[in-house]
């Protein structure tokens, strides 16, 4: 199960917004609507952020957004905050109770 | 309060054994998964291996298969992660997270395991 490919960085200014995407496979994000996303602050445990390709969880920003299309899922950060530099990870459900993370993406508020 | 406690940092030398843990509480240990993740140095997130404690039901990554053992104890709400041969390269932050439904909702602050001669 090879690891979902994010980039390796991303950067955007104060209140403008960001796209992180997330690529698959067809047995992965292509054939399941449960991608997720979870941001990670520096030394801090992951946090989720997006579940079901575009849920968020109670208490997450409505600034985070996530989307899917065929092989590619992504997260869009809208009105940047400096509290939003973080690392993202994508994760996606690939069949028979295993999942695959992606590689991550540091992203950073200019 | 719901949370997943993890055991404390450690310091090992290559070829000994190692078992950390991850206690749940504050909710139904048994009826949700628990995931493994490892995280190296400045790189991301590793899906290892996956149990449900009630029925003892573990999925490992290929990549993960064979290096390590993941197991439950029900009666004491805790997840272990077993090596019994460690390398230099095992050394990282290994985190647990719950899976509820399919996304992970909970999420342990990590065991740093270090390993060096």
């Known amino acids: 199960q090879s690891a979902l490919t994010q980039p390796p960085s991303a950067s955007g200014s104060l209140g403008q917004s960001v796209t992180i995407y997330c690529t698959g496979t067809s047995s992965d994000v292509g054939a399941h609507h449960y991608v997720s996303w979870y941001q990670q602050h520096p030394g801090k445990a992951p946090k989720l952020i997006i579940f079901?390709?575009?849920k968020r969880p109670s208490g997450v920003p409505d600034r985070f957004s996530g989307s899917k299309s065929g092989n590619t899922a992504s997260l869009t950060v809208s009105g940047l905050q400096a509290e939003d530099e973080a690392d993202y990870h994508c994760?996606?459900?690939?069949?028979?109770?295993?999942?695959?993370f992606g590689t991550g993406t540091k992203l950073t508020v200019l | 309060e719901v949370q997943l406690v993890q055991s404390g940092t450690e310091v090992k030398k290559p070829g000994e054994s190692l078992k950390i843990s991850c206690k749940g509480s504050g909710y139904t240990f048994s009826n949700y998964w628990i995931l493994w993740v490892r995280q190296m140095p400045g790189k991301g997130l590793e899906w290892m291996g996956i149990i449900y404690p009630d029925d003892s039901d573990i999925r490992y990554s290929p990549s993960f298969q064979g290096q390590v053992t993941i197991s439950a104890d029900n009666s004491i709400n805790t997840a272990y992660l077993q090596w019994n041969n460690l390398k230099a390269s095992d050394s990282a932050m290994y985190y647990c997270?719950?899976?509820?439904?399919?996304?992970?909702?909970?999420w342990g602050r990590g065991t740093l395991v270090f390993v060096s001669s």
């Open positions: 997270a719950r899976r509820k439904d399919w996304h992970f909702d909970l």
């Open positions: 994760c996606s459900y690939a069949g028979k109770n295993k999942d695959v």
């Open positions: 079901e390709v575009n």
